[in-house]
């Protein structure tokens, strides 16, 4: 089964090849300023890409996602895809949780405090997961920023260490790319963020093989 991993366009998804997949994951941040014009056009484009599911999460700069859930359910329902706010869904035979969440940073969208504000979120993932999709890395996986700081959720990298999923997806640094491991956790990381810093080029999507479980 072929995955096709993205994350943080900010309205540059047009420019996007993306080539036919099961599954198509976007793991936030597709909105430079977070209006609902901006997601309309967003949908738009997810719809009509070459997968047979679609799966996404909001991100820092999604506002209109925290702003009118409702709307944002609806207008994804209407687009024929599935959007993810802490909980999960099963696609083409596949678990994917997926979360918005990211440690507080300015007063950016669906920002918690590091500790035990952002925790309550985390321990909603449960354990079983094929992909975990997340806005934001955990603690020193791909989250170093080009001023050399780790900027990742030390409390997400618990949990993940815990539940274990095969795949974990997001994106919110955008310098960082590539995939990354640890010893002894099966889990593949992968920030999969498109965009450069500003005002460099775009990445191509990421493509990954994965069955589902038997």
Known sequence: MKLVLISDTH???EELEVPVCDVLIHAGDFSRRGKQEELESF?????R???REKVFVAGNHDFICER???????LAHEAGVHYLDDEEVLVRGLRVWGSPVTPRFGGMAF???????????WDLIPEG????VTHGPPKCLGDRT??????GCEDLLTRVKQVRPRLHVYGHIHESPGEQSLPD???????VSNCHLHPFGIRPPVEVELDARS
């Not at 949908?43 to 719809?47: A, E, H, I, M, N």
């Not at 009118?68 to 609806?74: F, G, I, K």
Request: include cysteine; proline fraction near 7%.
């Open 11 to 13: 309205r540059r998804h």
């Open 68 to 74: 009118d859930p409702q709307l944002t359910r609806r």
């Open 146 to 151: 080009f001023l050399g700081a780790h900027v």
């Open 43 to 47: 949908l738009g484009w997810f719809s």
């Open 129 to 132: 997961l094929d992909v975990l």
């Open 111 to 121: 920002n918690r405090e590091r500790g035990a504000d952002i925790r309550t979120h």
């Open 185 to 191: 956790v099966p889990t593949r990381f992968l920030n």
């Open 49 to 51: 890409c070459p997968a």
